[in-house]
Each structure stands twice: as C-alpha cells, then as structure tokens.
C-alpha cells in the first residue's frame, strides 16, 4: 500500500484521525495521551520524575523506574536526570513556569527557596495514606516540614565526621587527635616530623568554615544561624571567635591553607583528587559520611583511614557536628497526579527492593528496612556504617541539632564564602569579618526572607 491511499484510507475514519491527531496534550508538568485499541482505550499516566547525579545512581535509578513501572501496569516514569551543575538553575526555571516534574529530588536547604511558607510543594500530610511514614524516624519526617506542612521526605541523613590517615600517623609516631587541644598542637607535630607540605588535615574553605563553628557552638552553644527564625544567632564575640577558631586552624599548621589549595589545581579541588591526600602528607579531613567512599578511593595501598573521635570541648551540651538531610523527593503542587507520584516517592524510599537495587547511591538509607537488606547483603562498607552508628548515636542522645536551611541558602553560602576568604588572604582584620557576619548577616538573612 502507497502512502496515498494508505492516507485515504486514514481519511475514512474521522474518530481515529481525531484521535491520533490529539494523541499528546501536553498539560502543567503531566504527559498523558490516549491510545486506541481493539476492544477500547488504555489510559496511560505519565509521571516525570527529575533529580541529579552520577552514571551509577542514573542506572540504578532507571532500574528502580523499571520495577515500579513493572508493578504499575500503565504508569510511565519519564526521566529526568543529569550532573549537578546546572541542576538547580533548571529547576527554578521549571518552579517558576510551573512546568517542573512531578517528583524531585532536591536538596533541603532548597525549600527555603522554594517552599517559604510550605506552600511550594505539595503538602504530603495530604497523602499519608500512602507513604510509609511508620518506617521514617520522626525527626527524620520532621527535616521536611515547613510551616508545619510535609514538603519533602528524605532518602538518607548525612553528617561531618573525622577521618584520620591511620597508617601517616602512625609511620610518624603520633596518635590521633582525640580533643580540641590534642588537633591543634597535632600540626606543629606534622610541620616538625614531616616538613612544611604536611598537613594533619585538609579541606576546602567550606569545610573548614563548618569545623570552626563546630568550636564555636560548642562552646557558646548556639550555631551562626538561629534555626527557628531568620537572624544570626552568635553573638558579635562568638563571631569573633569563629574567625579565629578559622585563622588558629591555619596559622598552627593544622590544616591546608586556602591559598596553597588554590595553587595546587583549585581552591575546591576535592581532597580525594589531591596528590599529598593520595601519599599520605595530608593525613585527615574532615567531611560528610557519604563522601568516605570517595576520600577511600584514591588512597595509595599502604594508607588506612579511620573513623576519628569528634572534638568536643568539656561541658559542651552539642557535639556541634553538621548533620542534615542528604538528599530529599518532594512532589510538584502542579502535578495532575499528585498521588501517583506520591506512590513513586514512597516506593523509592520504603521499598526493599527497590533499595537494594539502588544500593547507597543515594547514601545509607534513611528507613531500617532498607538498610537492614544492604547490610544482609553485606553491600554497606564497614568504615561507613560505623560512621553511621556514630551519627545515629549523636542524633539520639540530642547532641546534633538540626540547622537552619539558611545557612546552606545559595546566597548565604557565598557571603560566608567571601568573608572568610577576605581572612584566608589577610585582606580583613578579625574584627571587621566579625561584624560583617553579624550585621551584613543579618541583613542579607532578611533580605531572602
């Protein structure tokens, strides 16, 4: 048959035409489209399901799509992944059009720009039905609220530990820093035994920003930012003393100076990809759990990392540790089938198999009954799951406070970022960095609220 007469032939069938001819509409964030069939016609639901990430949480991932799809008949999950760059500026350009995806991964200090009021997502409460919320801890469900209102629900929980190149001190003799003191005087240690390119620790500028409030809050007990409400929360001397706690980091040799990590390569240059890291020269650092896989990996066969102790000043009521959700699903208000894409969202996250398909690419999971089949399966390294057992301790015994979303709010990070690097290159005196963080703090804070 031509194509003439074959289109002839479609001509004789106005139902079908129409039909065909309006078989996508394009609606909000949903695809839906009606296919005809002998014997009726097939509703199918197409859910767009966006997050980001590396090549194995994308195939995990899609595995994942697969088995729900599978236990779905007539549900379509198109996705929607890439790396993280560029991620957050798609996103915001989909929340503002209203035409984001139905479910998202985000991060959660993204639903204070998102969800100001909880009103930026779909609220969850509304769906408890069908999510597994029995298998969350409560403070675990508690991290995406907003205004009281369920705006997201975590895949895992992540925290800074301590991490200490084993097999360095012990070739020079030392033991590993147990408390504040023992840290610091550890880099006149390294600098003596070792030489000037030694280090007992390394870390990107942020990294050593969080290590010096972990002091700070430990002694004056209040983080940089009030967690309840927009304004800073330390005092113009706690401040103070969060700068120098950052300035004595460098100054005593401890950790690797700003400058010198921007001549190797990049001042973010990730620990991991670090020659002196990868010999054993700089001997620690200071990092989320979910990143120890990474810290590992590069290691020369003869370097050992170990789970650290962390540093805690005597009568502190905090650990001071950074502990927050790792990565969060939240569901579009948009969607038209908001409770499809809540079933996704709660498969992803309750699901057993569905976490021993994806494993820890999204870290150690948050719900026991996926973290129970990864430790049968014996997939979960034991250096990590220790330094889970410590976090989940800390966490229970009320030692790690949750943060504000601000503090790791896009324009916050970058203030702090710049106030500090004006003290990494001596280009302001520890006072003047101190009432910035304090007064220019509190402005900026209510400027993005």
Do not use: C
């Not at 000043?313 to 208000?333: D, E, K, Q």
């Not at 409770?339 to 150690?364: Q, S």
């Amino acid at each position: 048959m031509n194509i003439d007469s074959w289109f002839s032939r479609l001509l004789g069938y106005p139902r079908l035409f129409l039909t065909l001819v309006m078989a996508v509409v394009l609606t909000g964030s949903v695809l839906t489209w009606s296919l005809p069939r002998t014997g009726g016609d097939d509703n199918i639901t197409v859910l767009r399901f966006a997050w980001w990430g590396g090549a194995a949480r994308h195939q995990a991932t899609l595995k994942a799509i697969a088995l729900f799809e599978e236990r779905n008949p007539g549900v379509k999950v198109k996705a929607e992944y890439m790396g993280f760059t560029g991620y957050l500026e798609r996103t915001t350009t989909q929340i503002a059009g209203r035409a984001e995806p139905d479910l998202m991964q985000i991060n959660w200090a993204w639903m204070a720009m998102f969800s100001k009021r909880g009103t930026g997502f779909a609220n969850l409460d509304d769906y408890a039905h069908l999510i597994k919320l029995k298998q969350f801890d409560p403070a675990d469900v508690d991290m995406g609220r907003v205004n009281g209102k369920l705006n997201a629900l975590t895949a895992s929980y992540t925290a800074r530990v301590m991490l200490w190149n084993e097999s360095a001190y012990k070739r020079l003799g030392l033991p590993l820093p147990k408390t504040w003191d023992e840290l610091f005087a550890t880099g006149e240690a390294f600098r003596k035994l070792k030489g000037e390119n030694a280090y007992p620790l390394d870390g990107e500028l942020y990294d050593m920003i969080l290590l010096s409030q972990a002091y700070v809050h430990q002694k004056y007990g209040t983080p940089y930012i009030d967690p309840a409400q927009p304004r800073v929360a330390m005092s113009e001397a706690a401040a103070l003393e969060w700068v120098r706690t950052y300035k004595r980091l460098i100054g005593e040799h401890v950790a690797t100076p700003l400058p010198l990590r921007a001549s190797l390569g990049g001042a973010e240059k990730p620990t991991e990809q670090q020659p002196d890291w990868v010999v054993g020269n700089w001997a620690g650092n200071y990092t989320w759990d979910s990143l120890i896989g990474l810290r590992e990996s590069t290691l020369d066969k003869d370097q050992k990392l170990v789970l650290g102790d962390f540093p805690t000043l005597p009568g502190a009521v905090t650990s001071g540790m950074f502990g927050r959700p790792t990565i969060m699903y939240a569901v579009s208000r948009h969607s038209k089938h908001p409770e499809m894409a809540v079933r996704l969202m709660d498969f992803l996250l309750t699901d057993p198999e569905a976490g021993r398909i994806m494993g820890k690419t999204r870290g150690i999971p948050a719900v026991a009954s996926q973290r129970a089949v990864l430790e049968a399966d014996k997939v979960l390294p034991e250096l990590e799951l220790r330094a889970n057992a410590q976090i989940r301790a800390q966490r229970q015994a009320g030692r790690v406070p949750m943060p504000s979303p601000l503090f790791e709010h896009a324009r916050m990070q970058k203030f702090m970022r710049e106030v500090f690097e004006t003290v990494a290159y001596g280009k302001a005196s520890d006072e003047e960095a101190a009432k910035r963080l304090v007064d220019d703090g509190n402005a900026l804070l209510h400027r993005i609220k």
